[in-house]
């Protein structure tokens, strides 16, 4: 069989978010750089489709994509980005749409930003009652257990905007906790005054991770990022994935599964908490094992999880 000629003009769609769009830049870029003669428009995923019904179990996020698979069932567009944190689940993804490459993994850790021109200090430095801003339940979750001197604010809004209130000093916050790969796609990773250790804040199930989208028997685009699928970082995030589906958990549970590979890039080890807010306490569990037992390792970590009382935990 003769393999398709590679196209010349591929339209990539992407919500209007200034992360989505730098994520999307980013590897527009790497695709130029591998097929120099490529020429990459986007295309605004709002733009040309009828506002999809909100999801009853998800979130913006989750609608955000489905606004992406249906430009791409309705052919308007020829790829998306994504963060590998907002793809639904493998059972709720569109059969005629297909992953095309999942990139190599930026860093997934949470940092403290605080606010322009105060001295730097760390999570625990910062004075007991100091008010810390935040949308995400496992960053509220985990800020109970590992910093509960300090009160959390429920903050919406895209980064930048939260940046703003938070310099504005008008609300009353004292600092943030975002997403580091955030900062870093829109080059403010100078505002870190601390990026977490995976230990004590587990980062978001498919943080890090930038997946890209396109129909199944779209092979001509599929064949454009052979050369930048990592099927190693394939392998963590669908691990992730797996883990936290196993576990029923859902993007509003404050769950988090995070997967790396050991020195050897032999053996993978996960680690997985489902989290709790007030007087309960979170349950966590770490299984390490040789990268071909994917199955088994998935199925000792939800076990050792619900023995320790995940199940009780779960909403």
């Known amino acids: ?17 200034p992360v989505a769009m730098a994520q999307a830049a980013q590897v527009a870029g790497l695709l130029e750089e591998v097929h ?3 020429a990459v428009h986007y295309a605004d995923l709002a733009v040309g489709a009828a506002e999809p019904a909100p999801s009853r ?3 913006a996020r989750t609608d955000l994509h489905r606004l992406g698979q249906l430009a791409l069932t309705e052919y308007r567009v020829d790829f998306t980005v994504s963060s590998g944190k907002d793809m639904p689940a493998e059972g709720e993804q569109d059969p005629d749409l297909t992953v095309a490459a999942v990139l190599d993994r930026d860093d997934p850790r949470d940092a403290l930003v605080l606010p322009t021109g105060q001295a730097a200090l760390t999570l ?9 801003g935040t949308s995400s339940a496992r960053r509220t979750a985990q800020l109970h257990t590992a910093a509960p001197h300090l009160t959390v604010r429920p903050l919406a ?9 938070l310099d504005a000093r008008t609300q009353g916050l004292d600092a943030l906790l975002v997403s580091h790969h955030a900062l870093r ?4 990773d100078d505002r870190a005054a601390q990026v977490l250790d995976t230990e004590t804040f587990l980062p978001a199930t498919g943080a890090g991770f930038l997946v890209v989208q396109c129909r199944s028997d779209d092979v001509s685009v599929r064949s454009l990022f052979h050369q930048l699928d990592r099927p190693a970082a394939l392998q963590l995030w669908r691990i992730e994935r797996r883990v936290k589906q196993a576990l029923g958990a859902t993007c509003r549970t404050s769950c988090a599964v995070h997967a790396t590979w050991d020195i050897s890039n032999t053996h993978i080890r996960v680690a997985a908490s489902i989290l709790a807010t007030g007087d309960a306490k979170p349950t966590r569990a770490t299984v390490s094992a040789p990268a071909q037992d994917e199955a088994a390792l998935i199925d000792e970590l939800v076990q050792r999880l619900r023995g320790n009382g995940a199940d009780a935990l779960r909403t």
């Open 57 to 59: 179990r998800g979130s």
């Open 36 to 38: 120099p003669h490529l």
């Open 157 to 165: 809004g895209h980064l930048g905007e939260r940046l703003e209130q």
């Open 185 to 188: 796609v829109l080059d403010l």
């Open 1 to 17: 069989m003769i393999s398709p000629l590679p196209p010349n003009r591929v339209i990539l769609g992407t919500p209007a978010s």
């Open 124 to 132: 625990a430095e910062l004075p007991r009652g100091a008010v810390v």
